[in-house]
Structure formats: structure tokens, C-alpha cells
């Protein structure tokens, strides 16, 4: 929580007591449905919640943002985004039911209003997003197809609309292999110093 609140030091007492509820919750429900690895829950801030947050050191989400999460799992990266945008829309999606069971939990014990999850594969959404948010899903190459007619037209953010996926290691043959142009990458060591983020990154895709 310390480091969260270093790396968003302007949360309000309300988001600062949602992001405090996240671990708790997330004990609570992965004993029932595994959403979460057992290694990683008790390092639940920093591995999913600040990673989740990567997002938004790259893009701030005006009000009225409609974002989609695609295999969203428990709920990342949306969740923690949905706290930190309580003004934009955040619609989650897995092809797993038991996994969106998780993330309508989550979200009511935490009182969101701009959640919404759906068992539904990411292929079947019918769109109409300024940004998709990932992490941990698949390929570029294949994930690019699923989500390619679901952006809105008109763009308002600094970035055009696009997706925003998280993704670590070494990605020139993933990029490649892809085919998909004007890709920018943001390296998440540039804003979180904790060795979990030396390779990890914000990939930018602008809709084509
Ligand atoms: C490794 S998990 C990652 C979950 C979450 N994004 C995270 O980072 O914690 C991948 C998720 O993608 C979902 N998934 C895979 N293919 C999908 C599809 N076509 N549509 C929706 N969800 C999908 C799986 O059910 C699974 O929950």
C-alpha cells in the first residue's frame, strides 16, 4: 500500500480505502475460485494492482471513457483502473463464467458503479470502446482480430484510440510476427522501481 500510494499520491480517502479492501477481498475469493497464482496473492499490490497501473502512467482516462478488458481473469487490469477512473466505464469480459463471478464480487464489495462484467469471449463483444486494456491473454497476432472492429471512430485522449496491453520480456518476434504498425512500448521501470518491473511494459497499439 506504501508504494501504491508513492507512485498515486493524489488518490482520494475513498480510493485509497478501495485499494486497501483489494488484498482482503482477493484472499477471500481465490480460496474459492483461483483467480490469482498463491505466490502472487500475498504480493497482490504490487504484482497485480500497480502492475494493473501501468496503464494509466501512460494514458489518464477522461470522464466518459468507455474501456474494454479483454480476459479480464479476477479483474485486472480493470479493477484497479475502475478505482483509479471512477469516471470512465470499464466493461470486463472472460470466457470463463467462475472468473467473471469473481469480478462482479469484487466490485460490489467495493461499492464500484462503473464495472461491468460479462462471461462472454472477447470475439463476441459487440464494440464500440475508445481503448481495449489487456494482460496475460495471448499473442498480438492473434489478439489483434478479436477486438479490431470494436474502437470508436472518433478519438479524444492524447493517445488515438487503441489498446493498451501489458506484456514483459522480449517481444521483437511477437511485434513482428504481427504485423501491426505504429506500435509504441513504454517501459514500466521508468515509473516503478521494484524489480518485478525491470522488463515489463505498456504496449500501444493504435486501432489500424
Ligand atoms: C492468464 S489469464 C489472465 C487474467 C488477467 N488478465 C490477469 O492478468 O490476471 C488469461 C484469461 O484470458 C481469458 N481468455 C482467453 N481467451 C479469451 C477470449 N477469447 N475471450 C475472453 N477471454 C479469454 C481466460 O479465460 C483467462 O481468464
Given at each position: 500500500?506504501k508504494?501504491?500510494?508513492?507512485y ?11 485499494f ?6 482477493y484472499?477471500e475469493?481465490?480460496?474459492?475460485i483461483?483467480?490469482?497464482s498463491?505466490?502472487?496473492?500475498e504480493?497482490?499490490t ?51 463464467g ?42 498480438l ?7 479490431k ?5 472518433q ?12 506484456k ?13 504498425k ?15 518491473f ?11
Open positions: 500500500m508504494n501504491l500510494l508513492r498515486f499520491p493524489d488518490l482520494t480517502d475513498a480510493q485509497k480505502e478501495q486497501a479492501q483489494l488484498p482482503a477481498l484472499a475469493w481465490n480460496d474459492k483461483n483467480v490469482v498463491r505466490k502472487d496473492i504480493n497482490l504490487e504484482r497485480h494492482v500497480i502492475h494493473s497501473l501501468g496503464i494509466a502512467k501512460v494514458q489518464t482516462f477522461k470522464p466518459g471513457t468507455q474501456i474494454l478488458d479483454v480476459g479480464t481473469g479476477g479483474g485486472f487490469p480493470g479493477i484497479p483502473l475502475a478505482i483509479l477512473f471512477p469516471d470512465s466505464n470499464f466493461h470486463l469480459v472472460d470466457s470463463i467462475k472468473k467473471i463471478k469473481v469480478v462482479n464480487e469484487v466490485s460490489a464489495a467495493l461499492g464500484l458503479t462503473n464495472v461491468k462484467g460479462e462471461h462472454i469471449r472477447a470475439e463476441q463483444v459487440p464494440g464500440d470502446f475508445h481503448f481495449v486494456v489487456s494482460r496475460a491473454v495471448t499473442r497476432a492473434n489478439f489483434y482480430p478479436w477486438v472492429d470494436k474502437f470508436k471512430k478519438s479524444n485522449h492524447q493517445l488515438k484510440n487503441g489498446i493498451l496491453y501489458l514483459g520480456g522480449d517481444l521483437a518476434d511477437e511485434l513482428k510476427e504481427s504485423k501491426l505504429r506500435i509504441k512500448s513504454y517501459a514500466l521501470s521508468e515509473y516503478f522501481k521494484e524489480e518485478f525491470e522488463t515489463k511494459q505498456v504496449i500501444y497499439i493504435p486501432a489500424q
